[in-house]
């Protein structure tokens, strides 16, 4: 159990960024909201999901939408928690805590929000890991929690429950409304019990996120390089080790807001060793694939973020502008979201890419090593480790 | 109290086509499934809204999306019940009668569907007396019924349920929805009391389409015109006379399906007396306006039906065919659509038309006589005919 101030979430709100991976809704936004309710309501409670009663009634909280429309309309904060009431009047059983489905700028946040206001824990665990742009894109749907009934909310007051025949249904559904709602809405679905969360949730993602904010911070305030120290943190967790992929300058970011989404592509210009190179980064809402020169050097699953390289603060899809100095950083995405099952939901091809996906290690043995090469000692399957 | 059986139904589905104005779905799809379930379940009671107990709780139930998108996809009939269903569990009441929101095609007969099926009765009346595309376009939101909650059901099962900050909001939220279920869906809305039911509802429309429908047939069987049994019937009901606007054969319909809607122009060239002459209509999934040489001879909410000239059946929209042969009629709207409130909601200029409502007994005072110029015996404001 952690108790989240205002100092941890500022450090929540900050690493949370970075898993973001260009996506998950403005950090600047979800931190603002998330201490003005912890200053007026009090540190909220982070529990591991070994701590979570296998009877617990869970539901995670987000908002949805496209980062680009985030950034212009601030929500006031109470619809977060009308969407939860909503859900709860739905099944008929009030919520026990709350979760977030995705780490990212206002998804690590927002669950952050419900609690103070509520005065419900959060589970130290979502359904990524990391920010993704659709609803089916959890380790809850992939390992069979259903996401309907979903609540929907908006700033206005409309709200809707939906029951999709499968998440895919939610997703197109749910997007189809949140574009009529403005194109942002406020949801919670995935209710599960705390059973399954310990079942299906990516674990200790936002402990994760306040390690790495703090580190970078407490890097920052020892003059020590905050990139170093960020490179360092991951290692030993159920992620990676974190690696350079690239350092540059903003050269161009083309980017449309379509079919609710923000889609395009990042061009960066090499710097120092990466001189005379050029990387572009193909995303929708998230850095979906990084190439240098046109070799591919990282896909989803695995992260990819985009940091200010004096900082390492991590900057969203739409936080980029011409010139930025920045490093490009790659994470190792956990086992349970490269599971076959998995990658049938967020492996490359799904977002029309032409790659397979290779997970990262092995695409960077000079980082990782050839050890890491084969298969874990669990025996899990990791589609090209093991050729 | 009026026992609806399989001939009854056949009277209603095509007397309900003409007040549809070419739209309200497709009438032949609407019927078949009417007269399955009648056949299945048994003849509906129909009640006049005076027969309706005032704490009754009513439900009506209809089809959404463009008549373009209906004619694809034949429903499977449960659907219907399964929004009315949706509803009832929100309320946590059962519904006391069912009842349509407009008259045409398939939402004349789709009440019919559900009360067959469900043992409930229909009530006569509705919320247009004709059709009209947008869900707020209804004497129910006009006289201060909320259409929130809606239940929304589409043919996988994937169902909604919506509550808006008002109906031009739920029209909005509810259309989304609509188009992303594939262009059309099942859905009940406007719940409400019975008392509300006989203080809004447009009063008797199921009566008169069956009495439309039964005195077009009578003529064809008796070797009568149709067309001149038809130009009778509404006449002293709370219509008023019908008229004959133009005659002619089809020469061109642009038509596109678009954000939800079937939007375009029929274009009808003269015969006999309209010889030479030219007729177009402008039409969102209904008809709103028809122009001889460019002269408006009648507008929304007045109805203009166009018939083919031997039958007097309506043929609606997606229907109309090059070379057929018509006669194109108006029927003045009941006074409960003519208020300044309701023109607000469905007159010309909300559709952006470049007129304003002029009734159209003003307009055609050859049919009608100077004496209808003047303001009713109960003084109630009809915009133009005063002036």
């Given at each position: 159990m952690i108790k989240v101030g205002l100092s941890e979430m500022r450090d929540i709100a900050s690493g949370a960024a970075i898993l973001g991976t260009g996506g998950g809704g403005d950090p600047y936004i979800g931190k603002l909201m998330a201490l003005t309710a912890i200053r007026n309501h009090g540190p909220v409670t982070l529990l591991d999901p070994t701590e979570v009663p296998d009877d617990w009634f869970v539901v995670p909280t987000a908002m949805m939408g496209a980062p680009t429309v985030l950034i212009e309309r601030i929500p006031r904060g109470d619809e977060a928690v009308a969407s939860l009431r909503l859900l709860e009047k739905y099944h008929g059983r009030k919520a026990d805590a709350t979760m977030p489905i995705e780490a990212g700028g206002v998804n690590s946040t927002i669950p952050f929000v419900v609690a103070a206001k509520t005065g419900l824990p959060v589970i130290?665990?979502?359904?990524?890991?990391r920010a993704f742009p659709e609803l089916q894109m959890e380790t809850f749907s992939v390992y069979g929690i259903p996401g309907s009934p979903i609540a929907i909310h908006d700033e206005r007051g409309n709200s809707a429950v939906l029951n999709a025949v499968d998440n895919f249904a939610l997703e197109w559904l749910a997007r189809g409304l949140t574009i009529k709602m403005g194109g942002s809405s406020h949801i919670a679905e995935y209710a599960m019990s705390g059973k399954e969360v310990k079942r299906t949730a990516v674990r200790n993602c936002v402990s994760l996120v306040l390690k790495i904010g703090r580190t970078i911070r407490e890097a920052a305030e020892k003059k020590e390089s905050p990139l170093e120290a960020l490179m360092r943190v991951?290692?030993?967790?159920?992620y990676g080790k974190a690696i350079p992929l690239f350092k540059g300058k903003i050269l161009d970011v083309e980017r449309r807001t379509t079919a609710g989404f923000a889609v395009g592509k990042t061009t960066i210009e090499g710097l120092d060793?990466?001189?005379?190179k050029t990387m572009t980064i193909r995303f929708q809402n998230e850095n979906l694939m990084a190439a240098v020169d046109g070799e591919v050097v990282a896909t989803v699953p695995d992260l990819i973020s985009i940091l200010d390289t004096e900082s390492a603060q991590a900057i969203t899809t739409e936080g980029l502008r011409y010139g930025f100095r920045v490093t490009v950083v790659g994470i190792p995405t956990p086992e349970i979201m490269r599971t076959p099952e998995a990658l049938k939901v967020w492996g490359p091809r799904y977002f029309n890419l032409e790659t397979d996906y290779i997970p990262l290690e092995l695409r960077h043995p000079a980082f990782y090593g050839k050890a890491k090469l084969s298969p874990d000692k669990e025996g899990k399957y990791r589609p090209h480790l093991t050729s």
């Open positions: 130290d665990g979502d359904g990524m890991g991951t290692e030993g967790t159920n060793e990466y001189s005379g």
